[in-house]
């Protein structure tokens, strides 16, 4: 099953443990075929909210919610359940740094 892992800010990280490389998880679930794509996000700054409203193309530079927590990044994994998936995130770095949510979508 797939799941999207959206990497995101926190404004309460963990800051007495040292959270695991980034490049070591990185390279151990693309290895095994549990990452299938990922990357880092540019900021909020550079993103445009698009809405159709009325007809009418509506545009707003940012994002469109205005919050402290971003999405920084994504990550597809492939996992055989949500327990998978879980422990996959409980590696990440962003999980002691940031939050990680996952979402099962149906992808190919």
């Known amino acids: 099953m797939k799941y999207m892992m959206f990497v995101c800010t926190d404004t309460e990280p ?3 443990l040292e959270a695991p490389d ?3 998880w990185v390279a151990d679930n693309d290895a095994n075929g549990r990452r299938v794509a990922g990357n880092q996000l540019v900021g909020p700054e ?3 909210t698009v809405r159709v409203r009325g007809g009418e193309l509506l545009l707003t530079d940012g994002p469109f919610a205005e919050t402290k927590e971003v999405i920084v ?3 597809i994994l492939e996992c055989a359940d949500l327990d998978e998936a ?3 995130a409980r590696a990440h770095p962003m999980a002691w740094h940031g939050r990680l949510e996952l979402r ?3 992808g190919e």
Do not use: K, L, M, W
């Open 14 to 16: 963990e800051t007495t």
């Open 22 to 24: 980034i490049y070591a």
């Open 46 to 48: 550079a993103a445009t």
């Open 73 to 75: 990044g994504f990550d």
């Open 86 to 88: 879980i422990e996959v």
């Open 104 to 106: 099962p979508y149906h």
